[in-house]
C-alpha cells in the first residue's frame, strides 16, 4: 500500500480533502515567529497543560504543536481556529467535537523532540506516529514491546546495527500509529499484532490476532519526514492518496 503516498511534503495551503485521501502535514515546532500566534489559538485546557511543562523547550513546543493542530484543522472546517472543540474518546483519543456527533474530519496528532505531524482524514480514523531516533538497546527493547513474529524479523538483522536501528523504529512507530488508529492505545498490550518492518520491505499490518480482518481493514504506510526520524501512517482501507504537506 505504501505507493498510495504522493508529494514531498509541499508547502501550500488546504487542497481538498477528498472522502478516500490523508493528508500529513509536517509541523516544525522550533519555528519562534509563530510562538506568540499559536498562543492566542489555544484554550483554558491546552493552555493550563502548557503551562505544566518545567523546561521551556517542552512548553514552547507543546504549544506550537497544539497551535498548529488547530490551524490546520480549521481549515477543513471552515472555522477560527479558536473556535474549535475537542473531545476524548474512550481511551484518550482526541476528535473534534460534532453538534451532530459525526465530526467532519478525524485527525491524530504525533510529536517527537523538535517536530510534529498531523494526519487528517474525512469520516475515517487515522493514526499517526513520529520517533526521533535515540539510542537506545533496540534488541532488548523489542523484547518487551514487539510481537514474537517482529522479534525474530529483527533478530535478523543483527548482523547490521543501522538495520537493528532502522527495523526498530520502523516497527516502532508502524505499531504506535495502528494503536493510534484504533484509539485503543497500549490499553489491548502490544503483541497480539505483527507489523513487517525488514529494510525494503513495504509497511504493512501483518495480522492482529484479535480482528481477523485488521489487516484488509487497515492502510500503513511509512512516512520520512526529516533525517533522523522514523514515522508511520494508518488509516482505514481503502485509501486513495497520501499527501504530505508542510505548514
Ligand atoms: C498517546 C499514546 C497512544 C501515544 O503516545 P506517544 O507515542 O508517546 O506520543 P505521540 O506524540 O505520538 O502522540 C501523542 C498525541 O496522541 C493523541 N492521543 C492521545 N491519546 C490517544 C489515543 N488513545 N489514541 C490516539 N491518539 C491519542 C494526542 O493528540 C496526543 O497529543 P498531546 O499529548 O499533545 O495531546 C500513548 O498513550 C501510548 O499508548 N503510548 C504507548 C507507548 C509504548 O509503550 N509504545 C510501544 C510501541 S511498540
Redesign the pocket.
Known amino acids: 500500500m505504501a505507493d498510495a503516498s504522493t508529494g514531498r511534503w509541499q508547502p501550500r495551503p488546504h487542497p481538498p480533502l477528498g472522502a478516500h485521501d490523508v493528508h500529513v502535514w509536517r509541523v516544525p515546532l522550533d519555528d519562534a515567529s509563530r510562538a506568540e500566534s499559536y498562543w492566542t489559538l489555544l484554550d483554558d485546557d491546552e493552555r493550563k497543560?502548557a503551562v505544566r511543562f518545567v523546561r521551556d523547550v517542552h512548553r514552547r513546543r507543546?504549544i506550537a504543536?497544539?497551535g498548529a493542530?488547530r490551524s490546520i484543522l480549521a481549515g477543513y472546517v471552515d472555522a477560527e481556529p479558536t473556535a474549535l472543540a475537542f473531545v476524548?474518546?474512550e481511551?484518550?483519543?482526541?476528535a473534534l467535537r460534532d453538534a451532530t456527533g459525526h465530526p467532519p474530519v478525524e485527525f491524530?496528532?504525533?510529536?517527537?523532540d523538535d517536530l510534529?505531524l498531523v494526519a487528517v482524514a474525512r469520516a475515517r480514523p487515522v493514526?499517526?506516529?513520529?520517533?526521533r531516533w535515540s539510542e537506545v538497546e533496540h534488541l532488548e527493547?523489542a523484547e518487551r514491546?514487539?510481537s514474537p513474529g517482529e522479534r525474530r524479523a529483527l533478530r535478523a538483522l543483527a548482523h547490521a546495527p543501522d538495520l537493528v536501528e532502522a527495523g526498530f523504529f520502523a516497527?516502532?512507530t508502524r505499531?504506535?500509529a495502528y494503536?493510534?488508529?484504533?484509539?485503543?492505545?497500549?490499553?489491548r498490550g502490544?503483541h497480539h499484532f505483527d507489523v513487517a518492518l525488514a529494510p525494503g520491505e513495504p509497511a504493512r499490518l501483518i495480522a492482529d490476532r484479535f480482528d481477523a480482518q485488521a489487516a484488509v481493514r487497515w492502510a500503513m504506510f511509512a512516512l520520512d519526514p526529516a533525517p533522523g526520524y522514523s514515522a508511520a501512517l494508518v488509516v482505514a482501507s481503502p485509501v486513495t492518496e497520501v499527501l504530505q504537506l508542510s505548514v
Open positions: 497543560r507543546f504543536a497544539h493542530l476524548s474518546g481511551h484518550g483519543k482526541p491524530n496528532l504525533s510529536h517527537s510534529a493514526g499517526v506516529d513520529l520517533e527493547l514491546f514487539f516497527a516502532w505499531k504506535e494503536l493510534k488508529a484504533t484509539g485503543h492505545g497500549i490499553t502490544l
